[in-house]
């Protein structure tokens, strides 16, 4: 079965993040939310003037954050239903992390790295699969599924 994890890391971080690791994490995430391949997902490691402009151009938002998440799935219950292309693969869509963003909210945090790169892969992932944080509801129930998965993440370590 076809499980694509594509993982890009800007030169500059390359060495700081490890590639086999961000699969793990993002395949017990998917397989904890009930996603079986085959599926596509990529995930982008890159510096913070990046991840601003796309928020900038895509959310309408100019101002600095550590995760964007661009879905492919249907993700309000008014949309058409997703379908499946062809070859029967689940493009579920890109995650973009500030590695820089993610170093300065581990040292804000008290925590490691490692431990704040999970917990935005995770966060990353839950975007793409139809979490939202915009109303209260939806965060407490996004942010508690979050801690689920980092608690499982981070106890395989």
Same mark, same amino acid.
């Given at each position: 079965?076809?499980?694509?994890?594509?993982?890009?890391?800007?030169? @500059?971080?390359?060495?700081?993040? /490890? #590639?086999?690791?961000? =699969?793990? !994490?993002? $395949? &017990?995430?998917? @397989?904890?939310?009930? !996603?079986?391949?085959?599926?596509?997902?990529?995930?982008?490691?890159?510096?913070? #003037?990046?991840? =601003?402009?796309?928020? =900038?151009?895509?959310?309408?938002? /100019?101002?600095?954050?550590?995760? !964007?998440?661009?879905?492919?799935?249907? &993700? @309000? #219950?008014?949309?058409?239903?997703?379908?499946?292309?062809?070859?029967?693969?689940?493009?579920?869509?890109?995650?973009?992390?500030?590695?820089?963003?993610?170093?300065? $909210?581990?040292?804000? &945090?008290?925590?490691?790295?490692?431990?704040?790169?999970?917990?935005?892969?995770?966060?990353?992932?839950?975007?793409?699969?139809?979490?939202?944080?915009?109303?209260?509801?939806?965060?407490?129930?996004?942010?508690?599924?979050?801690?689920?998965?980092?608690?499982?993440?981070?106890?395989?370590?």
């Amino acid at each position: 079965m076809l499980e694509e994890i594509g993982i890009s890391v800007e030169e @500059k971080f390359r060495g700081l993040v /490890d #590639e086999s690791w961000v =699969r793990e !994490i993002t $395949q &017990q995430g998917l @397989k904890a939310e009930g !996603i079986i391949p085959p599926y596509e997902v990529s995930l982008v490691f890159t510096d913070s #003037e990046t991840v =601003r402009r796309l928020n =900038r151009d895509y959310r309408g938002v /100019d101002a600095p954050t550590d995760v !964007i998440a661009f879905h492919m799935l249907s &993700q @309000k #219950e008014t949309s058409p239903p997703f379908v499946l292309p062809p070859d029967g693969v689940t493009r579920l869509g890109e995650v973009i992390i500030s590695y820089p963003q993610a170093v300065e $909210q581990a040292k804000e &945090q008290g925590h490691s790295v490692e431990q704040e790169l999970a917990l935005l892969i995770i966060h990353g992932i839950l975007h793409l699969l139809g979490y939202d944080h915009e109303q209260p509801e939806e965060e407490a129930k996004m942010r508690a599924r979050e801690k689920e998965l980092l608690a499982r993440a981070t106890s395989r370590r």
